[in-house]
Every structure is written in structure tokens, then in C-alpha cells.
T-cell receptor
């Protein structure tokens, strides 16, 4: 079975540029999560979607960050304009319906802002 | 106080050793307990998933939950160099939000 698929795997861009990260969740999963991982702060939840609807975006650090889920099989996380402090690994995860269900992660996008 | 505390290590052991990884948590409402393994440049991979107190065994891995002490453990028997990774504990109250520990880096030396 295909797991969570993220693209691109690596992104290097200059400060001020727009960055778009993409995610395809596991088929049949109705919950989708975007995380950011750094050495200093570990895994931070940015936003959570349930049935394609954003439920909690309190972890989104600034208005420069936005996320969409136009359908059950695709989500994007956009940073505009990007800054060097946004450099991190960004993970997408999905889980199936039900309380406390474990999340399944993609292999992440390693983002470097110069 | 953080909701989940996990020693970041690193922890270095010889091949064949029994490894004990631990987390403590503060909220007694947590009911679902997970362990993830993360290899370098990969995403966290679910290893163990348990509900409430007790033990769960899967091959060389045993997950243990002590809700009275708010303490969870992962034991790895006969550790192998391929077990070298970062191990993250994760806990959930039954809602959507899962709280992750900082992760413990484990090195198993051949």
C-alpha cells in the first residue's frame, strides 16, 4: 500500500521566494496533519484538517504560512515570503477515522532558505 | 512543565543489549500511547500502539504503560545495529492532537 507521499523531498530557495510543499495522504484517511521538525523544537504541529476542513491552525507560526486541502487526496503548505528561519523538515501525516488513531508520516520535505 | 518528557540521549549500547527507552507525561487524561522510530532523513514510522495500561509485545519490541506513574517504556531485546535511530514516544487523549516527545537517539554498536 502506498504511504503518505510528499514532494519535493528537498527544496533550496532564496529568502523572499514562495515555497509550496505538497502531500498526498493515505487513501481512506480522513485526517491530515502538517508538522515542522527542527533540532531545537522537535516536532511541531502546524495545522490539522478533518474531512478536508481546517480544524486547528493555531500552530501556524505567521500569516506567511497557509495550507489548503482542496480534496481528500491532496494538500499544500505554502510559505510566502520565505525566510531563513523557516528552514526545517516539514512532514505531512494522515490518520483514519476514530479517536486516538495513530498518524502515519511521509518522508518529509527538507527545506533550506538561503 | 512539558506534557511529555523524553531524554534526548544519545544512548549507545553494544549489539545484543537490552535497550530501555522511557517517557513521562503529566496529563492523566492521555489514553493512547505510541512509539515511533525515525531513521535519518526519513519520516517517523509507527512501531507500537497501545491503549491504556499494560504491556504489548511485537517481536523484539515491548511497549509498557504505567498510567498510575504516568510512565511509558519501550524495550528492545537483542538490539541490532539496524535499530540505530531516533525513537519518539507519542501520546493522545482520544482527540485529534498527538503530543510527541523530543526523541531519544539510539546507537547500537556492532
Amino acid at each position: 500500500d502506498a504511504g503518505v507521499i510528499q514532494s519535493p523531498r528537498h527544496e533550496v530557495t532564496e529568502m523572499g521566494q514562495e515555497v509550496t510543499l505538497r502531500c498526498k495522504p493515505i487513501s481512506g484517511h480522513n485526517s491530515l496533519f502538517w508538522y515542522r521538525q527542527t533540532m531545537m523544537r522537535g516536532l511541531e504541529l502546524l495545522i490539522y484538517f478533518n474531512n478536508n476542513v481546517p480544524i486547528d491552525d493555531s500552530g501556524m507560526p505567521e500569516d506567511r504560512f497557509s495550507a489548503k486541502m482542496p480534496n481528500a487526496s491532496f494538500s499544500t503548505l505554502k510559505i510566502q515570503p520565505s525566510e531563513p528561519r523557516d528552514s526545517a523538515v516539514y512532514f505531512c501525516a494522515s490518520s483514519s477515522r476514530g479517536h486516538g488513531q495513530p498518524q502515519h508520516f511521509g518522508d518529509g520535505t527538507r527545506l533550506s532558505i538561503l | 512543565q512539558k506534557e511529555v518528557e523524553q531524554d534526548p540521549g544519545p544512548l549507545s549500547v553494544p549489539e545484543g543489549a537490552i535497550v530501555s527507552l522511557n517517557c513521562t507525561y503529566s496529563n492523566s487524561a492521555f489514553q493512547y500511547f505510541m512509539w515511533y522510530r525515525q531513521y535519518s532523513r526519513k519520516g517517523p514510522e509507527l512501531l507500537m500502539y497501545t491503549y491504556s495500561s499494560g504491556n504489548k509485545e511485537d517481536g523484539r519490541f515491548t511497549a509498557q504503560v504505567d498510567k498510575s506513574s504516568k510512565y511509558i517504556s519501550l524495550f528492545i531485546r537483542d538490539s541490532q545495529p539496524s535499530d540505530s535511530a531516533t525513537y519518539l514516544c507519542a501520546i493522545n487523549t482520544g482527540g485529534f492532537k498527538t503530543i510527541f516527545g523530543a526523541g531519544t537517539r539510539l546507537f547500537v554498536k556492532a
